[in-house]
């Protein structure tokens, strides 16, 4: 493994109003590292990714990804959201959501590459018959699906997978075995989950949220929290 | 009332279709030609007003023009200068409201916001057109006339239309992207700020121009309406889009012939055949369902 931090945290508070959600967070992956975050509801994991992204800023403490303190490097990261975090009603067709994730171009018009990278990934995905099938119309998985096809159109070095096991899915867990085994020593790879739907080879580190705090798996018991 | 009253209705539409195409009566000719150029620009930002759910966000923005139209009367500005007042107005708050709507103030901080946008406006508006010394009111930008069109205002709306046909095109993938996952595009490293930016004030440009000639509550209902109606049937935003247009016009020119055969405000009437049409396809769908469950 690659001694090179991917991502640190130092120190990092952060609170809604006066709900502290995380206090002086202390956190670490190297490149090539793969970690599953887990915790209960409202233990601070998405919160935690935010952060990362660069949605929220810290109140406290600083946050380095690859090296740099500012968003610049934020197109270097896949994510792929929950479902419920976009307007899942609006009229968009799978097709335009996937070039979402090569659409940086001039007011998001593809070239003939960038369409080439668009189907590699649907195809990927398995999804390209329903290229033009609206996204309002699909399941929950398919959904999820979608997301990963727009998050594999472009380069990356930390792919964040925000609960993807919130709509069980056998393909996506194929996907993510098949990224795993395939997946450089440059890249890293984050999975946010309240289910323990991985196994211990996928993500050799399982990190748990607690009282704003996270805690390795052997110092908080991921399992003990949901009463399992 | 343009048409004499008479249960000969087909010799009713004859007269309508002679009278459209009748030199001596030029107004009914720019009204339906006006129906058709407005319908262009209400179907297409409607539509994304009403996918992306912000009517109240265009509410506000076309009410807080208002300022504009007290500051038109407050400086006795002539036609030209009183368009770009409320025009100018609008996009000013186009832009104000798009920076609001930015992720980082929370939903009911916004939805605040835009209430107090929207009074502010419309109470600014309102004591400026009181100090203006005569008579004048606000009441052609609330209520307008569909019915008359001046050549002058034909050519801009042609021109409004010919800004947002193009504008909307070529951001077209910029704008469904934002609407459906603003958070993604940012990542991407794409100025969400600067489209939001323009797209409010695309709108802002559409409504102050359309409410000066038709009047805000009627062009309220049809930005919402139509686009609600064809939403029943048709999912592809471009589809969207174009059969609202088309429902639009003929609400509008139905509005008008209705309305000159039984002397009615023509608005009201637009109105009524717009929510009319909603709710027959409504309980026309949900007869269908039920059927399709029993059969």
Known sequence: MNDVAMLSFHQVTFSYARTPVLQQLDF???MGERVALTGPNGSGKSTFIRLILGF????KGLITFLGKTNATRRREIAYIPQ????????????????????????????????RLKVREAMEYMDITSYANELFETLSGGFRQRV??????THSWKLFILDEPYSYVDQHIQRVLTRMIEEMGKDKSLILVTHSHEFTEKQFPRVMCFHQGKLLSAQTCDPYAEHGL | MILTPSTDYDGLMVTFIQLLFNPSVPFLRNAVLAAFLASIAIGLVGSFVVVRKISYSVGAITHASLMGVGIAFFLNLSAVYSQLAITLTAILFGVLIALLSEK??????????LSIVWA???????LLISLTPGYVSAESYLFGNILFFSTHELLILTVVDIILVIVFSLCYRRFTALSFDEEYLWLRGVSVRRYRVLFFSLVALCMSILASYIGIILLLALMTVP????????????????????????????????SSIFDLPASSIIVLLAILGYILLFVYI???????KIQ
């Open chain 2, 104 to 113: 980082t103030v929370s939903y009911y901080r916004y939805d605040r916001l």
């Open chain 2, 286 to 292: 949900a007869i269908r369902q039920r059927m399709s």
């Open chain 1, 56 to 59: 929220l800023k810290p109140q």
């Open chain 2, 227 to 258: 686009v609600a109606t064809v939403r029943m049937f048709s999912g592809i935003l471009r589809i969207v889009i174009l059969r609202s247009s088309v429902l639009t016009a003929f609400y509008i020119i139905s509005g008008i012939y209705i």
């Open chain 2, 120 to 126: 502010l406006g419309a109470a600014v508006g309102i």
């Open chain 1, 83 to 114: 479902v419920s975090n976009v307007d899942t009603s609006f009229p968009i067709t799978v097709e335009e959501v996937v070039a979402m994730g090569v659409s940086e171009r001039f007011l998001g018009h593809l070239d003939k590459k960038q």
């Open chain 1, 147 to 152: 997301f990963i096809a727009r998050a594999l």
């Open chain 1, 28 to 30: 670490s992956m190297s």
